[in-house]
């Protein structure tokens, strides 16, 4: 029997027996069960009306085929879904980067359509003389995107002469491109300069232990930026552990925090399975070119743990950022990972540069996802970088501006 019948029947006994001698609580049940029925109808009807809107509106987006790229059987990670509104409870002037987020719009490109992955998007990688794994790197993707353009960023290398096995692979290969920079440029610095570099509407980031896998479907990265305002769409891998939102805190006992909350994210993105709206992915993600340069990019002072400080400045920019769960990549570091020891000391010179810019006291503390941060008291779910602004005076340590872009080109066939 439908909602439909069930409601006529109802009203029919309701009617015959208006002139008898039932109780009144069976009336009273007999008219409560009809506002209930009325109401799960009606609010059935505005879901499947809001249900068939969505269906009708993602029939005419605009989509590149990804029929011959593999599904995905890694998409079960718990997402906790929180709305756009929660993080924003935060009475404190430190707490403006939480709000005015808005969930994705379906909007169409304007801009010349993409029809080919490899002509909208260029591959960018920034190294530290660790070529034998970038020239793995761009195998890799060329297994599944072949002659894709990519852009590959050095700190200045006094052994380069003796990298005859990567000469010979950019000279064969004119659409890679080498470049060198500074003798300790960084990270930022090399990202940055590979973007001003790129030509193509869309770049996407990777670094150079990172791997393409037959998962790995750029063309839903491209088709979500394509049809929508998200300026941002990242694919994921491994343990996915700095994939999540944050936001700004205070509280007495650690003044203003970064707080970090894995897999915590706003919403779905609509017409797109598997994606959803955060504030910070993972490092391997698709960008749209304008506007990562118009947001200033990379901060060029901050040349390592960069990660957090550049998703803080995509969100006082209120740049949209999303994650595609069923898109995959895989990271295989090499053991032992000398680059990244090398990197930990910098971390007490460069840390304190971030916390005097967002002017916090402590950073990046991680917190149980089930509860975010409001207001009214110390998050007791979250557990803190031991490292405080008030354990090193970053007034110790001098911000180096280099002016203008002086890159000390070394090898470009071009």
């Not at 990777?206 to 300026?231: A, C, G, M, R, Y």
């Amino acid at each position: 029997m439908t909602y439909k019948h069930l409601k006529h029947t109802i009203l029919i006994k309701i009617k015959h027996n208006m002139g008898s001698f039932l109780p009144l609580s069976f009336m009273a049940l007999f008219g409560l069960l009809l506002l209930i029925i009325t109401y799960t109808e009606n609010n059935l009807t505005t879901r499947r009306s809001g249900l068939g809107s969505e269906i009708s509106m993602c029939r005419h987006l605009r989509y590149l085929s990804d029929e011959h790229k593999p599904k995905s059987k890694k998409t079960e990670l718990k997402m906790n879904i929180i709305g756009y509104d929660e993080m924003a409870k935060c009475n404190q002037d430190a707490c403006s980067l939480n709000s005015k987020r808005e969930p994705p719009k379906i909007r169409i490109d304007t801009q010349i359509p993409c029809i080919h992955v490899k002509d909208c998007v260029t591959i960018i990688c920034k190294t530290r003389h660790r070529l034998d794994l970038v020239k793995r790197m761009i195998l890799s993707v060329w297994k599944y995107y072949p002659g894709m353009e990519v852009i590959v960023v050095d700190d200045y290398n006094e052994n380069f002469p003796n990298e005859t096995e990567w000469q010979s692979f950019v000279l064969v290969n004119h659409n890679v491109h080498y470049l060198q920079s500074l003798v300790w440029a960084g990270t930022s610095y090399g990202r940055n300069i590979a973007v001003r570099m790129v030509k193509t509407k869309y770049f996407f980031q990777l670094d150079d232990d990172n791997l393409f896998l037959p998962e790995t479907n750029l063309e839903k990265l491209v088709n979500v930026l394509e049809n929508t305002d998200i300026s941002i769409v990242a694919a994921h891998y491994n343990d996915a552990a700095y994939f999540g939102s944050m936001s700004i805190g205070h509280d007495d006992t650690n003044g203003t925090v970064l707080h970090h909350y894995k897999h915590v994210v706003f919403g779905r993105v609509p017409c797109f399975s598997d994606c959803y709206s955060l504030d910070v992915p993972q490092n391997t993600f698709l960008a749209k070119t304008n506007h990562i340069k118009q947001s200033g990019g990379w901060d060029r002072e901050v040349r390592t743990i960069e990660h957090f400080e550049f998703f803080i400045n995509t969100r006082k920019e209120k740049l949209k950022i999303a994650v595609c769960l069923d898109v995959e990549i895989t990271e295989k570091s090499p053991v032992p990972n000398l680059l990244r020891s090398s990197r930990s000391p910098k971390k007490q010179v460069y840390l304190p540069m971030i916390l005097d810019k967002w002017n916090l006291d402590n950073w990046l503390m991680f917190c149980d996802p089930e509860r975010y941060y409001h207001p009214g008291g110390e998050n007791k779910n979250c557990s803190g970088d031991a490292l405080r602004k008030s354990q090193i005076s970053s007034k110790r340590f001098a911000r180096k501006d280099v002016e203008g872009i002086q890159d000390n080109l070394k090898f470009d066939k071009n």
